[in-house]
Nanobody
Framework: QVQLVESGGGLVQAGGSLSVSCAASGRTFSSYAMGWFRQAPGMEREFVAAISWSGRTTYYADSVKGRFTISRDSAKNTVYLQMNSLKPDDTAVYYC?????????????????????WGQGTQVTVSS
């Protein structure tokens, strides 16, 4: 079992920055990729960013490319999402997720159903 706990959400004005983090505990000795997803009210949960176990592979949704940066600290079993130039459209509950498997050393996926564990989510609100 793996537990994922997000933190760092909050309220920020448009154009501002915010960082959210996700701490993993439990089965953290295995290879796992980490992803961030978000869900706005009335919308489906959508992919935001992902990072491989090695940290060498990252992938971003087009909507956040160039503004968001995903990173991980393997020693702390923590993944971060730095969000800059935030827009009101970025308002959502942000979820982190973990996908296990040897392939995650270098491979990431944008597909929700490939992720094995999910955090409880943290609210990010961007005011205009």
């Amino acid at each position: 079992q793996v537990q994922l706990v997000e933190s760092g959400g909050g309220l920020v004005q448009a154009g501002g920055s915010l960082s959210v983090s996700c701490a993993a505990s439990g089965r953290t000795f295995s290879s796992y990729a980490m992803g961030w997803f978000r869900q706005a009210p009335g919308m489906e949960r959508e992919f935001v960013a992902a990072i491989s176990w090695s940290g060498r592979t990252t992938y971003y949704a087009d909507s956040v490319k160039g503004r968001f940066t995903i990173s991980r600290d393997s020693a702390k079993n923590t993944v971060y999402l730095q969000m800059n130039s935030l827009k009101p459209d970025d308002t959502a509950v942000y979820y982190c997720a973990a996908e296990f498997g040897e392939h995650t050393i270098a491979v990431v996926t944008t597909l929700r159903n490939k992720y094995d564990y999910w955090g409880q989510g943290t609210q990010v609100t961007v005011s205009s």
